[in-house]
T-cell receptor, first 114, second 117 residues
Framework: EAGVTQFPSHSVIEKGQTVTLRCDPI?????LYWYRRVMGKEIKFLLH????????ESGMPNNRFLAERTGGTYSTLKVQPAELEDSGVYFC????????????FGSGTRLTVV | AQKVTQAQTEISVVEKEDVTLDCVYE???????LFWYKQPPSGELVFLIR??????QNEISGRYSWNFQKSTSSFNFTITASQVVDSAVYFC??????????????FGAGTRLAVHP
């Protein structure tokens, strides 16, 4: 089966611009997660979707970040306007059931804001 | 507070050496899960192991082994006879009910391992 797909793999944008990251989970996985790693620090949870609903968005840093999951399939994470501190690697993961068992991560999107 | 500490930022070894990556965790929960992930140069996070808090048996998988010690809140990872292909960033992680549920992983900062020929 195809894994979790993220694109773009890299994005370089200027401060103040908008960027949209996309994640395609494994087909049939209801649970989708976003994480990010900023400046070589720990990977931090951003939010969790169950199908198209946000189950937990406690990790979203501020209202410049907007996540959506259309029809419970792919998800997008939009940053608008981007700031320098948003630079990092954004990971997406999906799982089939509600409890952790089979979390599969994508390769991440490296975002650089200059 | 829930926290995972990986005190070693970078480790450099020569091929065939054994290397241990340290992981110390904090949690109020009595039931929790601990994980190790590998991030090779290609970027994806690769699952290595999941261990629940009630299972303190050490685990061995080929050249990899894990030592879980509840008394010291540690879950250390040892690679025996390291190889160049082991070069990667390794992350330790925790999930527990009080940290937001089993769905949310709390990661350490990672340890970058470089294995030289």
């Amino acid at each position: 089966e195809a894994g979790v797909t993220q694109f773009p793999s890299h994005s370089v944008i200027e401060k103040g611009q908008t960027v949209t990251l996309r994640c395609d989970p494994i087909s049939g996985h209801d649970n989708l997660y976003w994480y990010r790693r900023v400046m070589g620090k720990e990977i931090k949870f951003l939010l969790h979707f169950v199908k198209e609903s946000k189950q937990d968005e406690s990790g979203m840093p501020n209202n410049r970040f907007l996540a959506e999951r259309t029809g419970g399939t792919y998800s997008t994470l939009k940053v608008q306007p981007a700031e320098l501190e948003d630079s990092g690697v954004y990971f997406c993961a999906s799982s089939q059931d509600g409890e952790y068992y089979g979390y599969t991560f994508g390769s991440g999107t490296r975002l650089t804001v200059v | 507070a829930q926290k995972v500490t990986q005190a070693q930022t970078e480790i450099s070894v020569v091929e065939k050496e054994d290397v241990t990556l340290d992981c110390v965790y904090e949690t109020r929960d009595t039931t929790y899960y601990l994980f190790w992930y590998k991030q090779p140069p290609s970027g994806e996070l690769v699952f290595l192991i999941r261990r629940n808090s009630f299972d303190e048996q050490n685990e061995i998988s080929g050249r990899y082994s894990w030592n879980f010690q509840k008394s010291t809140s540690s879950f250390n990872f040892t690679i025996t006879a390291s190889q160049v292909v082991d070069s990667a960033v390794y992350f330790c992680a925790l999930s527990a009910p009080f940290s937001g549920g089993y769905n949310k992983l709390i990661f350490g900062a990672g340890t970058r391992l470089a294995v030289h020929p």
